[in-house]
């Protein structure tokens, strides 16, 4: 007589972190866990939990693609940790605040400060570029080195190591976080609205996912980047980026944990895509082409 295996619970792997204050972001840094707090501290949780003081103020933003923290604070410093502990200055701004910070491919790492964006690669001086306004949020490309840069009334594309001008994407209100799909075709911003707003690089086609109850304060690509999941709801949001159209006139996923019947469920409030200026009407107006 066998035995069946019995799932563990992931109730059973859940323990408690006491924080003491506001947790602004999570990550992981290798094995371990790793919650930047607004002090200025980030606690690194693995078989123990161990505190360490990053920044002599707030941590304003942090990012970690598993290998490196970076983080960016009110004190002016760019900093980058790494799983085995140690610690590096990438930048002093000498007090201006650093906003945003991302992490590109082959080292590359970026920060904003004020209304300007800087790029650092792993040899050479860092690179800046002027901003309208300051900048709400920062992505490389998943491929090359090229930056894009969410700021009051739209986006810029922004390739370091190249001269020019970067590429202008257009459109009225507060872009406050950026994100680029895996296949570099679409681009894609979180608003002060309760909205998403994207372009199709190719022609410029403008993208405008609505219909949230809240704003969307965060957003990730699932592995391969055929769905973009975003906040904004009691469920997870799931756009498709599939197709050639992307979103545009199809139905998101949303996975709700505390329904029964939690996935493609159609709440009472309705999150759509539309290739559009409004949620309703076809969009005459098209972004500078890339």
Partial sequence: ???????????????????????????????EAVLALASGEIILAGDTDRRLQLHEGGILDAVSDGSVLLTGGDDGLVLALDRKGDLRRIHDSGGTWIDRVALGPNGAIAWSAGRKAFVAQA???????????????????PKGLRLAIA??????????????????????GSHLGVTVSADQR???????????????????????????????RSFSWTLGGKFLATSGASEAILWPFSGKNGPMGATPTMIAPAAKAGI???PPWSPRASPTGSSCSAASRTAPRS
């Fill in 123 to 141: 040899k050479g001086e860092p690179i800046s570029l002027a901003l309208p306004s300051a900048a709400g949020g920062l992505a490389f490309f």
């Fill in 1 to 31: 007589m066998t035995t069946a295996t019995q799932r563990p619970s992931i109730r059973d792997r859940i323990r408690p972190i006491e924080t003491g204050e506001t947790v602004l972001s999570a990550h992981f840094l290798g094995a």
């Fill in 264 to 266: 493609n469920r159609r």
């Fill in 186 to 216: 679409f681009v894609v911003t979180t608003m002060q609205d309760a909205q998403l707003h994207g372009w199709r690089l190719e022609d410029g086609q403008h993208m405008r996912m609505s219909g949230y109850p809240g704003k969307v």
């Fill in 151 to 172: 700021h009051y009334n739209g986006a810029t594309l922004w390739y370091p190591n190249v001269k020019g001008e970067p590429v202008k994407l257009e459109w009225k």
